[in-house]
């Protein structure tokens, strides 16, 4: 009887560690990042930039600072991608981690971009940290499916080979 007893609360014990293993892979597959879709920024002419206009399609978001030297050397490379790519449906935002001002600056006199450009100020570390950037550190690249659902993502300066590589995978 005892022995029955044990192996009855193994077997629960067991189910029990199931169920939560597949509860957490479950809650795993819950996007942390899913209010970004509802999110407005304000874009450097003074607009504003919904990224739900956005979802459905492969989407490219680069967060990025004007002070940030990789961030700087790799928004060619980006800008590279979204003109060869968006005929093929991708999309690129450049979600810049700095204030209005210096964006508008920067974009006028240092690096012009064909992609559009939102302003996430300081809230743009804590969108790239509920996106997988557990350092916060720029630049961050990140692609999204068509079912707005993180494919790819990358700390650190990008280059288009790279990219056009996360585009043909996808």
Avoid at 24 to 38: V, Y
Avoid at 73 to 80: K, N, S, T, W
Avoid at 94 to 123: C, H, K, T, W
């Amino acid at each position: 009887m005892k022995r029955r007893a044990l192996l009855v609360s193994a077997g629960a014990a067991a189910a029990a560690a199931g169920a939560g293993l597949a509860w957490w892979q479950l809650a795993g597959r819950a996007q942390p990042h899913d209010g970004l879709w509802d999110a407005r920024f304000e874009t450097p002419e003074g607009e504003f930039l919904s990224l739900a206009d956005y979802r459905g399609g492969p989407l490219l978001l680069n967060f990025w600072a004007t002070w940030c030297a990789p961030c700087v050397r790799e928004m060619p490379q980006v800008d590279r991608f979204f003109r060869e790519f968006r005929a093929r449906g991708w999309q690129v935002v450049g979600m810049a981690v700095d204030n209005a001002p210096q964006v508008r600056e920067f974009l006028a006199r240092r690096v012009q971009v064909s992609f559009p450009v939102a302003i996430a100020g300081y809230a743009g570390v804590t969108w790239s940290r509920s996106l997988g950037n557990a350092q916060g550190g720029l630049p961050f690249t990140v692609a999204f499916g068509v079912d707005g659902d993180v494919a790819h993502r990358k700390l650190g300066e990008t280059h288009y080979d790279e990219l056009a590589g996360w585009a043909r995978g996808s």
